[in-house]
T-cell receptor
C-alpha cells in the first residue's frame, strides 16, 4: 500500500527556475490537494482537484499551477520560483466529503523546497 | 469563514502522564468534521482521531480521546500515559460536511520528558 507518494522529497532551486512536483495516489480518491506548510502556521491550501481534469484555486494559489490529467496524479508547477516559495509542500487525497465517515485526508511525506 | 485556533504553541509532559491540547474553531455550520493530526520529525502527517459534529459521543482511539464541546466550539485532545513516541507537532483541523477543504490550526509542539 503506497498511499500518497510525492516526488521529489527535497529540492533546491535558484530564483527564476521552474520545477514540477509530482503527487501520485493509489487509493482511487476523487479529491486531491496541494498544501504548503510554513513555520508557525497551519497548512494552507494552494490548489485542489475534485476529479480528473478539474482544478481549482485554494487559499494561496499565486505563483503555482496544477494539472490533473489522470485521476491518480496531481502535479504542482512553479514557473518562476521565488524565495517566498521556500516551504514544505504536502500533497493529500481524500474520498468525497459527503455522507461518509471515511472523510479524512491521506498525506504524502512532503517535499522540502528551498529557493535561493 | 471558518478559523481554527490552537492557543498553545508548545506543551510538555512527563512520560506516562496525561496531557491535553486545546483547539477552538469558529463556524456557522452545523455539520462538519474535526480532526487531530500528528506530525513527527519525519514530516509525515498522521491522523490521530476524528469527530463527526453530529455525534455527541466523544471519539476515542486507544490512549487518545477528545473532549468535543459543540456549543463552545472546542475540540481538545487528551493523551493518556504519554510515551516518548508521542513527541510531535499536533494539528487540529476542521472540514465542512459537504466540502473538501481542511482548515488548520497553527499546531502545538508536544515535548515528552523522560
Amino acid at each position: 500500500n503506497a498511499g500518497v507518494t510525492q516526488t521529489p522529497k527535497f529540492r533546491v532551486l535558484k530564483t527564476g527556475q521552474s520545477m514540477t512536483l509530482l503527487c501520485a495516489q493509489d487509493m482511487n480518491h476523487e479529491y486531491m490537494y496541494w498544501y504548503r506548510q510554513d513555520p508557525g502556521m497551519g497548512l494552507r491550501l494552494i490548489h485542489y482537484s475534485v476529479g480528473e481534469g478539474t482544478t481549482a484555486k485554494g487559499e494561496v494559489p499565486d505563483g503555482y499551477n496544477v494539472s490533473r490529467l489522470k485521476k491518480q496524479n496531481f502535479l504542482l508547477g512553479l514557473e518562476s520560483a521565488a524565495p517566498s516559495q521556500t516551504s514544505v509542500y504536502f500533497c493529500a487525497s481524500s474520498p468525497p466529503g459527503t455522507g461518509g465517515v471515511n472523510t479524512e485526508a491521506f498525506f504524502g511525506q512532503g517535499t522540502r523546497l528551498t529557493v535561493v | 469563514a471558518q478559523t481554527v485556533t490552537q492557543s498553545q504553541p508548545e506543551m510538555s509532559v512527563q512520560e506516562a502522564e496525561t496531557v491535553t491540547l486545546s483547539c477552538t474553531y469558529d463556524t456557522s455550520e452545523s455539520d462538519y468534521y474535526l480532526f487531530w493530526y500528528k506530525q513527527p520529525p519525519s514530516r509525515q502527517m498522521i491522523l490521530v482521531i476524528r469527530q463527526e459534529a453530529y455525534k455527541q459521543q466523544n471519539a476515542t482511539e486507544n490512549r487518545f480521546s477528545v473532549n468535543f464541546q459543540k456549543a463552545a466550539k472546542s475540540f481538545s485532545l487528551k493523551i493518556s500515559d504519554s510515551q516518548l513516541g508521542d513527541a510531535a507537532m499536533y494539528f487540529c483541523a476542521y472540514r465542512r460536511d459537504s466540502n473538501y477543504q481542511l482548515i488548520w490550526g497553527a499546531g502545538t509542539k508536544l515535548i515528552i520528558k523522560p
